[in-house]
């Protein structure tokens, strides 16, 4: 278990070091010039060429690719992400600012997800093929296919506007927090009901399920214990890839509901062109992806005793 | 009184290429204390007739006829009354022990739940139980094995699993269904002297499904034969083994005593187009105009226009 537990860890580092190196890169190839934009994004008119070469001179942007790269590396194995080209506070400080509500957000769509797809799953798959069934995978169609901005919009629209029942935008309290999450945790909810669904069926025709059967144990300790035990190998899998992919989604909802997380942040960060912000969020992101999966590298272990003492052919 | 008496049993499966009849008018009997064997090539239904009797068919599957357990008909019980008959009164066991053991329950759990689903006892006492039954059916070191999971077990051993738990309640039936198809040759044995030995102690009918004749005629009382869904020859161990009256019995005989080729002549016919007249005439050698029109009967223990018993 240490053993394995090691070898996730050296291997997560490694994945941590590609990211790093990736988003640089492709940060340095896009097109778009950081000084111009920020110099005309703190004034009206045009920035003179003047302005724009001291501006890169002050933040080193005329040196090498390599040189910058470099630069950059060295200070991260500081913890160090750098400043922000377009408020002059640190990376990590402003990630630190934002980062409770998209977590909040998050979290909250995630839990949601979990209590409706779990139990509708398995209830779909026990009454497979029954009207309710047909009801379920009809609504999680709907789910999966719904693109998040446009669920944001329509939500905003009904509950917010026309029935005034929830503010539309902002944050700080529960309310705030309904349309955000029900818009974020739908497509989530849908995937996650559909896995656990699909995960149940096959479990249920296992010939362990037939010996608990013939034990004369009751069917609601065969589904609840003996099948869905089972069945949460795969679905646990799922929810973290999906909880790092929530955080990354979180982008475009933040941006329709001005919901003031690190989604919001980056998208002001991108137009602005703000290098050291991209880079870092990016990272930083890539960091959750890496942490989700090895916590489920870990449940997983935990769920399945073949991983937990050390058989892992 | 017989213990288990099956009258007329018919399963059938609809699907896409047809009606599948499993089970065809399928009767015999167990008395206590006996034990029957059910043999016949792959395909011929004798798992299903077996999973039949438990109540635990597919869900495709159609069932009619009468299941007798100590007079009481099992098709007729309420779900509950016969889920608590299961692994109570009735218990079973199958072919690939391992697939048959829950992966992410410890195996000790797996036997104690058996105990305590029937007796309502504590935790420690089904526990206790439970270590006392592993040690029953031969697994070496039990209080150490009850917290291992099923990978650790071999074949042979999730079988003796399998028995401990199917004997957690003393049935008054067990029903063995290929309990050795899938293991080696040397733990086959152990596990036929296992079983041997605890249904003899327990005084405990068995219905053994198997292919090999040999375990067979060592093991049971009586047999059945089935071809393509129908009982075609049943009676005394000693006397159909010795003195087989159907022609596809004698061809398995033959085939089992490894003088002739290893397996009757050609194949099980596809359930769902059935030859006319005996089923088992486009195999027999014995066939004339009669078999190919006309199903014969059931006469003194033989299904066979040609061959009949004295
Ligand atoms: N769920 C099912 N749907 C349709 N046909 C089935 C189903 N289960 C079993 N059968 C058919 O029933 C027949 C008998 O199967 P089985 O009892 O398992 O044979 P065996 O004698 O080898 O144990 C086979 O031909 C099989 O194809
Ligand atoms: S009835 Fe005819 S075909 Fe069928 S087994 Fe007897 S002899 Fe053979
Ligand atoms: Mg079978």
Request: glycine residues 8%; aromatic residues 8%.
């Amino acid at each position: 278990m240490v053993k394995f537990i090691a070898g996730r860890l050296a291997l997560a580092v490694l994945i941590m070091l590609g990211s790093a190196i990736l988003s640089f890169s492709i940060l340095t190839l896009a097109p778009g010039n950081a000084a111009e934009a920020i110099l005309s994004a703190e004034r009206a008119d045009d920035p003179q060429l003047a302005e724009v070469e001291s501006f890169m001179e002050r933040h080193g942007l005329n040196n090498s690719r390599l040189i910058r790269l470099s630069q950059w590396l060295h200070m991260l194995s500081k913890g160090n992400f750098g400043i922000s080209l377009r408020t002059g506070e640190p990376v990590a400080e402003e990630f630190r600012a934002r980062f409770p509500a998209t977590f909040e957000l998050a979290a909250s769509s995630m839990a949601l997800a979990i209590i409706i797809a779990l139990p509708f799953g398995v209830i779909s798959a026990v009454k497979q093929n029954s009207i309710l069934d047909n009801v379920i995978r009809f609504v999680a169609l709907w789910g999966v296919s719904m693109p998040n901005f446009w669920l944001g919009l329509l939500l905003i629209l009904c509950f917010g506007v026309i029935l005034g029942w929830f503010p539309t935008y902002g944050s700080g309290s529960i309310v705030h927090l309904i349309l955000p999450t029900i818009t974020l945790g739908t497509s989530m909810t849908a995937i996650l009901m559909r896995l656990q669904r699909a995960s149940m069926l096959e479990v249920l025709n296992e010939n362990y399920i037939r010996t608990a059967r013939a034990k004369g144990l009751h069917e609601v300790l065969v589904i609840g214990k003996h099948a869905f035990k089972n069945t949460l190998i795969p679905v646990v899998t799922i929810i973290g890839m999906q909880f790092a992919h929530l955080l990354s989604g979180v982008v475009i909802v933040e941006q329709v509901f001005a919901w003031p997380g690190i989604g919001h942040f980056l998208v002001d960060s991108i137009n602005a062109r703000d290098y050291p912000v991209i880079q870092g969020f990016v990272l930083i992101i890539a960091f959750f992806f890496v942490l989700s999966n090895l916590i489920v590298d870990i449940l997983y272990a935990f769920l399945d005793p073949r991983i937990r003492y050390g058989r892992t052919q | 009184m017989s213990l288990l008496d099956i009258v007329n049993l018919n399963i059938s499966f609809a699907t896409r290429a047809g009606v599948v009849q499993a089970s065809d008018e399928v009767s015999f009997k167990i008395r206590k204390g006996e034990a029957l064997c059910l043999i016949g090539e792959s395909g011929c239904g004798k798992s299903i007739v077996a999973l039949g009797i438990m109540r635990l068919l597919p869900g495709n599957a159609r069932i009619s006829g009468k299941i007798f357990f100590n007079g009481r008909d099992l098709l007729s019980l309420h779900k509950k009354a016969m889920r608590k008959m299961r692994g109570r009164d009735i218990a079973m066991i199958f072919e690939q022990p391992a697939g048959c053991l829950n992966p992410v329950l410890s195996v000790g759990n797996q036997i104690a739940e058996a105990v305590k689903i029937h007796e309502n006892c504590s935790g420690k006492i089904s526990r206790q139980r439970a270590v006392d039954l592993m040690a029953l059916v031969g697994i070496p070191c039990p209080c150490k094995r009850y917290s291992q999971y099923p990978y650790e077990f071999s074949g042979g051993m999730a079988q003796r699993v399998m028995i401990a738990m199917a004997l957690a309640s003393h049935p008054s039936l067990l029903i063995a269904d290929e309990p050795t198809t899938s293991l080696d040759v040397t733990i086959q044995a152990q596990i036929i002297e296992l079983l041997k030995n605890l249904v003899s102690q327990f005084n405990t009918s068995l219905l053994l499904i198997t292919h090999d004749l040999g375990v067979a005629a060592q093991m049971c009382d009586s047999v059945v034969v089935m071809y393509a869904g129908g009982i075609i020859e049943k009676g005394r161990m000693s006397d159909v083994f010795k003195n087989p009256g159907h022609p596809y019995t004698q061809a398995l005989l033959k085939a089992a005593s490894g003088k002739e080729p290893a397996s009757v002549k050609g194949s099980v016919p596809e359930l769902t187009r059935l030859p006319d007249g005996c089923r088992f005439h486009p195999r027999c050698e014995l066939s004339q105009d009669i078999c190919r029109k006309i199903m014969p009967q059931m006469k003194k223990g033989v299904k066979c226009h040609i061959q009949k018993k004295t």
